[in-house]
């Protein structure tokens, strides 16, 4: 599920609850719902249920988080590990390998700015990117035919930049980790509603 998801199952029992609540008991340590490699939280059942014996314990009981924390340990068990996920670095060849295209496709992905590698290494999103275009290729579409959606994500991500400058110019404890957060939240809409929009002009285009 995603934090709007929940919300929505949370709101009925607890009108107060918010996305910033939501995204507080994270930070928290009360909750550690996962992140797909876009940044999206990935919830389960099992977090709206953690969910919604904190905002129980906090409303009846007016706990403290601490206590609330020990009183879920006892309920649903110490939180688990979370391994970090090993840093992708590529070089050359490597992503070559590694996307399944061919040198050419990889010099046309870079002569139209779709890869910068950053000190002859190529990380986790220019694998994707690699990949992606490599798949793109087998219906006719190359580097230079998505010039336009290079365009788009970078005024997108101009969205994100615009959004995030007041928060970073505070300069106050917290200022950074917050600004990521909002961002990747931002990301996360940005692209939903990027796809949503794709989809509508794909059922036009089909007239549908």
């Known amino acids: 599920m995603s934090i709007g998801e929940v919300l929505a199952l949370l709101q009925g029992e607890f009108p107060d609850v918010t996305i910033s609540k939501i995204r507080f008991l ?3 340590g009360l909750i550690e719902p996962e992140r797909s490699p876009s940044g999206y939280r990935k ?24 206590v609330i924390k020990d009183r879920m340990a006892e309920s649903f068990g110490r ?19 590694a996307a399944e295209i061919d040198e050419e496709t990889l010099a046309e ?14 990380d986790e999103e220019a694998l994707k990117v690699a990949r992606a275009v490599g798949a793109l290729s087998r219906f006719g579409l190359h580097a230079r ?11 997108e991500a ?38 949503s929009l794709v989809r509508t002009g794909v059922r036009s285009v089909l007239g549908r």
Request: aromatic fraction near 4%; proline fraction near 5%; hydrophobic fraction near 45%.
């Open 26 to 28: 994270e930070g928290e």
């Open 43 to 66: 919830f389960t059942h099992l977090h709206v249920e953690q969910l919604r014996f904190i905002l129980t314990e906090q409303r009846d009981h007016y706990l403290p988080l601490r």
């Open 79 to 97: 939180p688990r590990e979370v391994r970090q996920a090993q840093e992708v670095r590529l070089d050359r060849a490597e992503l070559l390998e």
């Open 109 to 122: 992905l870079e002569d139209y700015g779709l890869l910068v590698p950053v000190a002859r290494r190529y």
């Open 145 to 155: 035919h998505l010039r336009a959606v290079k365009a788009a994500a970078e005024r």
């Open 158 to 195: 101009g969205l994100v930049e615009q959004t995030v400058a007041p928060i970073l110019k505070r300069r106050a404890p917290g200022a950074i980790g917050e600004a990521d957060e909002v961002a990747r939240e931002l990301t996360a809409l940005l692209l939903d509603l990027h796809a």
